[in-house]
DNA sequence: CCGCTCATGTAACTGGTTACATGATTTA
DNA sequence: TAAATCATGTAACCAGTTACATGAGCGG
């Protein structure tokens, strides 16, 4: 099923990230995959088997992924690697910035709310800001502790990727800090 | 079309900053609507016809919002304003923080990129990080404008969404440079 | 042997997207 | 009078989601 065009694959972020997941986990199952998605400390994806299992099938159309039916007992099993091609897409996203404007600003669902915090009463809008200060500062311990659990010299891209998701939630928690500051005198 | 359980409805965000730019902008139309998501400085909608009308209409359905046919010569128009029960709706989804994981961890697919970075050759990676950095501070002058465009005496809440973009951005590109950094040395 | 985890998969739905289509009004 | 903008809408598609279904293997 190998195309001759393979490098004009471009994979969606969630076919990017499960080629990822196959190349880091080495040969893996579908089932490993999900796990991965369903355990992640960023959970950006629900690893829905909905998802996983017509994707990769898609994968192996396209000859990115391999599989080894490796059945254990009766018990049926799909092992997947990547195949070259696959590598070759898989860097080809990574190193690619994407026009994508979230590329340049993420989007936080809280801004839409503030944007419009007047149709609460002062004292709502106090109440809000405040519970979701403290919704946001609550997750600054877990993720000071997945940079912790992540030592650069060990893990470099996971320490990297646990720093990002620390620094923006420092960023909202001083955010909230403003506004609550700013809607408090009034 | 009146439902007897208004406050039950939960609106998607899209939904909800429908009804929000319904409420700001006074009696209006569903284009202008979509031309204030087109529009928009931080782009979470495309503002497409086909998400726009189909939605407004459901909204009317549901009671949310009311519409005055005026047409102008012969050209038909429908202007909206929010009910009672939708000022109602918008004001509690407004003041309810979601239990959406997403409300205390944003997503960064710049994140997803780094932590698969090792599949790319240091000089690669280095390239790669280096454009994404700016790109990324290429955000920061309008980010800023944008602020001031909004001081916060005259449009509290359009302040502080300006501020949040900005203080994230401002979060990433530090993270940028983290990453840089500490692929330097390697 | 009962319940949990491993493992694979499908069906129906959702909340959007792009692209297309129509026609009135305004502006250069 | 041609082009741009105002204004409304539909059809086909897309990338996911939840919920359901099946069955093997393993631990208490």
């Given at each position: 099923m190998?195309?001759?065009?393979?490098?004009?694959?471009?994979?969606?972020?969630?076919?990017?990230a499960t080629l990822g997941a196959v190349w880091k986990n080495g040969p893996c199952t579908a089932y490993s995959i999900r796990q991965h998605f369903l355990r992640s400390p960023s959970p950006r994806w629900s690893g829905s088997a909905g998802a996983i299992y017509p994707l990769i099938r898609r994968l192996e159309d396209q000859g990115?992924?391999?599989?080894?039916?490796?059945?254990r007992g009766k018990r049926r099993q799909r092992d997947y690697q990547l195949?070259?091609?696959?590598?070759?897409?898989?860097?080809?996203?990574?190193?690619?910035?994407?026009?994508?404007?979230?590329?340049?600003l993420v989007h936080d669902p809280l801004r839409t709310k503030i944007f419009f915090l007047d149709i609460l009463?002062?004292?709502?809008?106090?109440?809000?800001?405040?519970?979701?200060?403290?919704?946001?500062?609550?997750?600054?311990?877990?993720?000071?502790r997945d940079c912790d659990d992540n030592p650069?010299?060990?893990?470099?891209?996971?320490?990297?990727?646990?720093?990002?998701?620390?620094?923006i939630t420092v960023a909202r928690v001083e955010w909230l800090e403003e506004v609550l500051h700013g809607i408090s005198d009034s």
């Open positions: 190998t195309r001759n065009n393979d490098i004009a694959i471009v994979p969606t972020e969630l076919e990017a990115l992924v391999r599989a080894t039916a490796t059945a195949t070259r091609q696959g590598r070759a897409v898989l860097r080809r996203w990574v190193g690619q910035l994407s026009p994508d404007p979230a590329t340049e009463t002062p004292r709502q809008a106090k109440t809000f800001v405040k519970n979701a200060l403290e919704a946001v500062r609550n997750r600054l311990s877990s993720l000071q650069v010299e060990k893990n470099r891209t996971a320490y990297f990727a646990a720093r990002n998701a620390l620094l």
